[in-house]
């Protein structure tokens, strides 16, 4: 047993941390985890106790000799940390609502990591995660921050910006996407190779084979496609598909059917119902069902959340860069060159190999001729929102909304973007801290 690997877990008291201890009791026999620090802020220690108990339950139940521990000292918890992995959702499901309903009064799509509620999340959560890891600087300089809060692209970009820690992005949608493959064609993820290229979110797979064969036609004929429960669902138009020649993730319904989806947005909001609302049931069915003192292992019900899988993609990462694996990722990485059209700097969403030093991402075979321009016109949004929410100005973050694809006036997202600071004041202190803009 490595007496070393201890995983610090950011957002402890999160509704998926025990999808993550799964992954460890599961994967232990290649990556023997030490110990394991679930770590949260004052206000989540109650949900905390919650799943932590139910935490230490899955591990007694295994018979592994993991030590587990609570905590709401972070700086204890990163102390000598391997790894460490963040699950925060800054401003909890309450600003979620509020990153949903806002833009839907200025014509504008509300959701948590596309468009103007994405840019808030960014701007509630960099600065948090950058507190993490100027920690990390100090207390486990060589270890690896896995993030996963989103959106995943922006912060973990922001990360490598400004920090010197090692820090790489994850998301479950291209885990996701193995997974509809795996069950499409009733064969293991392993025999299936995707080609992803873009940004978080704003990916396509421009190959997918099974055993060595294109599968890409067929699928491009069947219009529904991989999707997820927290996205809309509508069928993709063909005509879009064949010209493409590559699949869109589920996100891009955001743009290739904006007016369709803002439309059925703004009409659940008439009904009162918002995606944060029925998370917030979805995480109060869960963790009455975590109080259980019988229950020791992961309740099915946790696949239903829009994260589904996630912990299975972090204990996979970790376990390949702790045994120096080799295999392909789907990863948030620099892109140093790798797509010509952006930055050496910008953060991307492609298939690397992991090796003990840190990912290597591939080069990038195919990316679709008409998706070069969303995704320059995203990262340009992307960057412009990182440099506001490390600066606190305004007049940036409303530049960054400028250039955002799904803002169609600068006057509308003028008046949306102060009221959402308004609303978000109290985690946002950087843009409240001085006079002026």
């Not at 912060?155 to 998301?171: D, M, N, Q």
Request: with cysteine; proline share 5%.
């Amino acid at each position: 047993m490595d007496q070393s690997l201890k995983v610090a877990v950011i957002g402890g008291g999160s509704s998926y941390t025990p999808e993550l201890i799964e992954g460890f009791i599961q994967n232990y026999a290649t990556f023997p985890v030490r110990e394991v620090v679930l770590v949260d802020i004052p206000e989540g220690l109650h949900k905390l106790s919650i799943v932590g108990a139910l935490a230490q339950r899955m591990i007694t139940r295994s018979g592994l000799p993991i030590k587990l521990s609570m905590t709401l000292d972070r700086r204890s918890a990163l102390a000598g940390a391997s790894f460490v992995s963040t699950q925060m959702r800054v401003g909890r499901l309450e600003a979620r609502g509020w990153d949903e309903t806002i833009p839907l009064k200025y014509g504008m799509i509300g959701q948590e990591t596309t468009g103007p509620g994405g840019m808030m999340k960014a701007l509630r959560t960099i600065p948090v995660l950058l507190d993490v890891a100027r920690d990390m600087e100090e207390l486990c300089p060589d270890a690896w921050l896995l993030n996963f809060t989103n959106p995943a692209g922006m912060v973990t970009e922001a990360i490598y910006k400004h920090s010197r820690i090692r820090s790489i992005g994850l998301c479950n949608s291209p885990i996701a996407a193995y997974k509809w493959l795996s069950a499409l064609y009733q064969v293991p993820a392993e025999r299936i190779y995707c080609e992803f290229a873009g940004l978080n979110h704003l990916h396509w797979i421009s190959t997918i084979t099974v055993d060595g064969e294109s599968k890409l036609p067929e699928l491009l004929a069947n219009r529904d496609g991989y999707s997820a429960r927290n996205v809309p669902q509508y069928e993709w138009n063909a005509a879009l598909l064949s010209s493409l020649g590559a699949i869109p993730s589920y996100y891009l319904k955001y743009f290739y059917l904006h007016r369709e989806i803002l439309a059925e947005q703004q009409a659940a909001a008439a009904r009162g119902e918002t995606r944060a609302g029925t998370v917030q049931r979805l995480e109060d069915e869960l963790f009455e069902l975590y109080k259980d003192e019988n229950l020791a292992v992961k309740p099915k019900q946790l696949e239903q959340r829009g994260g589904a899988y996630y912990s299975e993609a972090a204990v996979r990462l970790m376990n390949s860069l702790y045994n120096d694996s080799g295999d392909i990722q789907t990863l948030n990485v620099p892109n140093k060159g790798i797509l010509d059209f952006l930055p050496d700097d910008a953060c991307i969403e492609v298939n690397c190999r992991v090796r003990r030093q840190g990912p290597e991402a591939l080069p990038v075979a195919i990316v679709p001729a008409a998706a070069k321009g969303l995704i320059h016109a995203v990262k340009t949004y992307e960057g412009l929102a990182i440099e506001a929410a490390v600066s606190g100005s305004r007049d940036t973050a409303l530049l960054a909304l400028a250039h955002h694809p799904l803002v169609p006036s600068v006057n509308d997202a003028e008046k949306m973007l102060e009221e959402m600071l308004l609303q978000n004041k109290a985690y946002l202190p950087g843009f409240f801290q001085h006079a002026g803009r």
